[in-house]
């Protein structure tokens, strides 16, 4: 007569007598405790849940005017050096100071260190009627865990470029876009970088009137300073260049538009008939909106 052995019960009388080595169990509690819970994210429901702790006088304490010199010094060179016009910001006709956009956001981020981390704090869903509303805060992280920056972004799709489109088809896109919004305007927060800098193109007014300067701070300057550029003074602008071009056709026969659609929409805003003509930036943002139309 064979007999049956319980393999579950042997198992758990062996591991029972097995003892951790020594100092293991504090070694795990130290590094549990290293681990920045601000990085972390709620296990039942999977959302980001930021740490709030009160800040402490240390830990608030202010730069010294040499200090505040020096991080806005280098923060000016890496600007300059690592930065690139028409893809990390645009440069607009008729405004004060160039956009920021995603791609230098996120550069600019990976300089400080800081780990970017979305939450969708308000949300309206009407499937009924196709309104999407959301609204986004991104909290800047250091590797310590600690949240050293935020920023806002809200869309919807009654805004002026959607609310010609499907609710539905545009859903995501809306998403996407307060997302970004939100993210350059914390890098705009974290690196003190307003008076360098202006939110996304997306958010500028019709490029063919005058900016809006009141919250820019160019209220004192000559009124002669604040009127749009001369058709001579654009002309300066350097051309796009041919590898510019050759993307541009590219997302252009992906997205099944047609050089004559491509033609018509340069010169409805630039006054340009034929889109070879175009200058470096206005390719940089027609790619960029290519690009995005891609990613819905």
């Known amino acids: 007569m064979s007999k049956q052995i319980d393999l579950k019960a042997l198992l ?6 097995i003892e951790p080595a020594e100092g293991s169990s504090a070694a795990i509690d130290r590094a549990e405790m290293n681990i920045p819970k601000n990085l972390m994210f709620d296990a039942e429901s999977t959302e980001f849940k930021p740490e709030t702790k009160p800040i402490t006088s240390s830990g ?3 730069l010294t005017v040499e200090e505040a010199k020096t991080f806005n010094d280098e923060m000016s060179r890496f600007i300059e050096t690592v930065l690139v016009a028409g893809t990390d910001y645009g440069v607009i006709p008729h405004c004060n100071k160039p956009t920021l956009l995603k791609s230098g956001a996120e550069k600019i981020l990976n300089y400080l260190g800081l780990i970017a981390r979305t939450e969708i704090v308000n949300r309206v869903e009407d499937y009924n009627v196709g309104f999407f ?11 310590n865990g600690v949240v050293k920056g935020e920023g806002i972004g809200i ?25 970004k919004r939100a993210l350059v305007d914390a890098a705009l927060n974290v ?17 063919n009137t005058e ?6 701070g160019s209220s004192g300057k ?11 003074a654009v002309a300066k602008e350097k051309p796009a260049t041919k590898k510019q071009i050759t993307l541009l056709e590219k997302l252009m026969k992906e997205s099944n538009s047609s050089e004559n659609a491509l033609n018509r929409y340069t010169m409805a805003n630039w006054g340009i008939d034929d ?22």
Not at 192 to 207: G, I, V, Y
Not at 211 to 216: G, L, V
Not at 222 to 229: A, R, S, T, V, W
Not at 275 to 296: D, H, M, N, P, W
């Open 12 to 17: 758990e009388s062996r591991m029972g007598k």
């Open 60 to 62: 608030a304490r202010g």
């Open 133 to 143: 509303s959301y609204e986004c805060k991104v909290f800047l992280i250091d590797y």
């Open 155 to 179: 869309t919807n799709t009654r805004e002026g470029r959607y609310a010609k489109s499907s609710g539905y088809a545009v859903q995501n896109t809306v998403l996407k876009m307060a997302k």
């Open 191 to 207: 690196g003190n970088l307003s008076a360098r800098f202006t939110q996304d193109m997306e958010d500028l007014k019709d490029l």
């Open 211 to 216: 900016p809006d300067n009141s919250d820019t």
């Open 222 to 232: 000559n009124p002669e300073e604040l009127k749009p550029k001369t058709t001579k």
């Open 275 to 296: 889109y070879r003509k175009i200058t470096g930036v206005q390719a940089s943002i027609l790619i960029e909106k290519f690009q995005t139309a891609k990613q819905q």
